[in-house]
């Protein structure tokens, strides 16, 4: 039982991966210096991502209410490398000047719950809005004003 269960997550964060494409490795750097349209890229791109697998962070939410051996394992396996990245990236930005002082740490989990709540709640957000979250519309302008709170208005719209 516990061998499924550790597939089945590891299959959903392997479809994140697949979602963020090469945006990952925008947000990283890819060893360069990171630039805040990178970042920007990287943050539509997640928003993008957790619309589409709102089984992911429900997963997080559930597992992540009381500590675990499953929990450890997650934030080990597949959380741990995220936070690493995404940390590391606005961390760089900091440096540079080019971002708020926001400490990393603060960002992620802003990122994280910022960015996948209206589709995690998708139901709550359906009577809310008398529509579908996941529209594209909606996650786009969902995703620009993300950027728009985190890096300003220069990086708000896609173009």
Do not use: C
Not at 27 to 56: K, N, S
């Amino acid at each position: 039982k516990e061998a499924l269960w550790r597939a089945a997550v590891d299959h959903v964060f392997e479809q994140l991966d697949r979602l963020l494409g090469d945006a990952v490795p925008d947000i990283a750097g890819a060893g360069e210096a990171i630039t805040p349209d990178a970042f920007a890229d990287g943050l539509r791109a997640i928003v993008r991502a957790v619309a589409q697998l709102p089984e992911l962070n429900r997963i997080m939410v559930l597992e992540a209410t009381a500590d675990s051996d499953r929990l450890a394992w997650i934030v080990e396996r597949h959380t741990r490398p995220r936070y690493d990245i995404i940390t590391g990236a606005w961390r760089d930005l900091r440096r540079t000047g080019s971002v708020a002082p926001i400490d990393e740490t603060v960002l992620y989990y802003t990122v994280v719950g910022a960015a996948s709540l209206a589709y995690v709640n998708a139901p709550e957000a359906r009577h809310l809005l008398g529509g579908d979250p996941i529209d594209d519309a909606f996650v786009d302008a969902h995703a620009d004003a993300l950027v728009t709170m985190l890096l300003g208005p220069d990086h708000g719209r896609t173009t």
